[in-house]
């Protein structure tokens, strides 16, 4: 029988009130949400767990780290939406920028002002977090978009399962970073706090015996300073610069023996190479220079290389 002509039975087989709901459905299908992106989570459920991610091993590939959040066009940095476009693509941490309001509420914004950032003008500490929502945040190439500031609490609520946050000290006194971790932070196991000196990390593991640093350490005197505080080394991530240089590769081999990882932080340099192809010549560069982690605004343009670390790595 032809194919015509049994499609057309079936049709005539179908009641009518079928039919209209099959109709229906296949009208309004197009309007069903997308199913959520599958997102590249990194599960920390204890403070060892936390110490195993970061502990150096040449078996492990290159850990990224995206600065301020990571940001493409729509995307703001510091930016739970952003977080998740991140994740959609790769594994990533992140390194995000915690500020007071006006009323004392932790919310993300790298400068003191919102004008780079946000349709508001001023100083963050001028407005209560509830004043802040008023503004939209804008996204690199200073296009408004319909995204809003995060407090502190609810990235990390919504990082929770998800990743690990680096958060950086934007003028927050470090005794208030201290007493969250103990109180209502205790939860959350995928903190890493950036400091600025070895007398930091020391202030912080007098208070807080689990938590994890990342400390610049780039030559032999940060090296020895770190040394002397005291400080378990399986505490640390060692911030040596922008890129890997063979005249500090006594530190990195130090650190290494330590079991402690080196990052470099390519913001300043590699990310700020145009046109966007011979950015990404630079990024393979830093790869074949064997860092443990690359901390960059564009975590997204590292999605298709490979991230496999040099296996002299000691």
């Not at 209560?128 to 990235?155: M, S, W, Y």
């Not at 689990?210 to 911030?239: C, Q, T």
Request: aromatic content about 8%; charged content about 25%.
């Amino acid at each position: 029988m032809p194919e015509k002509t049994i499609l057309v039975r079936l049709i005539r087989s179908i009641s009518l009130p079928a039919f209209a709901l099959i109709a229906f459905a296949a009208l309004h299908a197009a309007d069903a949400p997308a199913p959520a992106p599958r997102l590249h989570t990194v599960d920390i459920k204890t403070p060892e767990e936390l110490r195993e991610y970061f502990r150096c091993a040449p078996e492990k590939d290159i850990i990224m780290s995206a600065h301020r959040g990571g940001m493409m066009p729509g995307f703001p940095e510091n930016c739970i939406a952003s977080f998740e476009n991140t994740l959609s693509r790769l594994p990533v941490y992140f390194e995000i920028d915690p500020r007071l309001t006006k009323d004392g509420v932790l919310v993300l914004m790298h400068d003191a002002t919102l004008d780079r950032t946000t349709t508001g003008k001023g100083k963050v500490s001028d407005y209560t977090c509830a004043e802040l929502q008023q503004f939209f945040l804008k996204d690199r190439q200073g296009n408004v978009t319909a995204h809003k500031i995060p407090t502190l609490d609810e990235v990390l609520e919504w990082g929770e399962g998800k990743c690990v946050f680096d958060l950086d000290n934007k003028n927050v006194p470090l005794q208030l970073y201290s007493d969250n971790l103990k109180g209502k932070w205790a939860k959350y196991h995928n903190i890493v706090l950036y400091t600025t000196s070895a007398e930091q990390c020391r202030f912080y593991y007098e208070r807080n015996k689990n938590v994890m640093f990342v400390l610049g350490i780039g030559d032999m005197r940060k090296y020895e300073a770190f040394r002397a505080s005291g400080v378990p080394w399986n505490r640390l991530i060692a911030h040596v610069g922008s890129t890997m240089t063979p005249e500090r590769q006594e530190v990195y081999d130090l650190l290494r023996g330590h079991g402690v990882m080196c990052m470099i932080a390519i913001a300043p340099a590699a990310d700020k190479i145009e046109p966007k192809e011979a950015r990404i010549e630079a990024y393979k560069k830093e790869i074949s220079r064997g860092p443990d982690v690359i901390e960059t605004d564009y975590p997204a343009d590292f999605a298709g290389l490979s991230l496999v670390r040099k296996r002299s790595v000691k």
